[in-house]
């Protein structure tokens, strides 16, 4: 089963607003990832947060960690055209050696 | 140029045959990974491996087979065996374990009919 469930599956904004989408998972962690997938390519990493970190900024990005209640946000800020994308969450479980996706956001934004 | 480079993007075969997906690197990572993708789904891991001449099997492993004789090559065999092969496949890097961000190739669509 998946680790990581992302929460909308899809997305539509405009240009220039926010975007905020969101990752729960079942077990604790190492450490969460947020990749990027445009449509048939391969997924680019955008950020990587730690389990003792609570907040974290790239950019127009920045993502949250609550491991209270195993879940992150990814937002983002002022959002492009250029965003359109699936987003996924990528957690490393602590003795793994391994990264969990979960099954992604399709994100949006129209001009 | 570094990066990791998959081949062929496009690839066509009857079912009942091997076919093998190129993975390579030049990015001198240690580990890599090679991921399926199906229509509107995430990622589900197929096998990786942390080191040259050893790998381990991801949650689908069965009807795959991979080697890792060199660390820039990771190429991966998909068999008859494989009831549903019909996916995007994906491979990745990273320098060590996944304490590391994952580098990705492009992919390549197999289609099996």
């Known amino acids: ?111 | 140029d570094g990066g990791i480079t998959q081949s062929p993007k496009y690839l066509f075969r009857k079912e009942g045959q091997n076919v093998t997906l190129s993975c390579e690197q030049n990015l001198n990572h240690d580990a890599m990974y090679w991921y399926r993708q199906d229509p509107g789904q995430g990622l589900r891991l197929i096998y990786y491996s942390q080191i040259v001449n050893d790998f381990q099997k991801g949650d689908i492993a069965e009807g795959y087979s991979v080697s890792r004789e060199k660390k820039e090559s990771f190429p991966l065999t998909v068999t008859s065996a494989q009831k549903n092969p019909t996916a995007f496949y994906l491979c990745a890097s990273s320098i060590r374990t996944s304490e590391y961000e994952q580098y990705f190739g492009p992919g390549t669509r197999l289609t099996v009919t």
């Open chain 1, 1 to 111: 089963s998946q680790q990581g469930e992302e929460d909308p599956q899809a997305l539509s904004i405009q240009e220039g607003e926010n975007a905020t989408m969101n990752c729960s998972y079942k077990t604790s962690i190492n450490n969460l990832q947020w990749y990027r997938q445009n449509s048939g390519r391969g997924l680019v990493h955008l950020i990587l947060i730690r389990s003792n970190e609570r907040e974290k900024h790239s950019g127009r990005l920045r993502v949250t960690l609550d491991t209270s209640k195993k879940s992150s946000s990814l937002l983002i800020t002022a959002s492009r055209a250029a965003d359109t994308a699936s987003y996924f969450c990528a957690t490393k479980e602590g003795g793994g050696n391994k990264l969990t996706f979960g099954t992604g956001t399709q994100l949006k934004v129209e001009l």
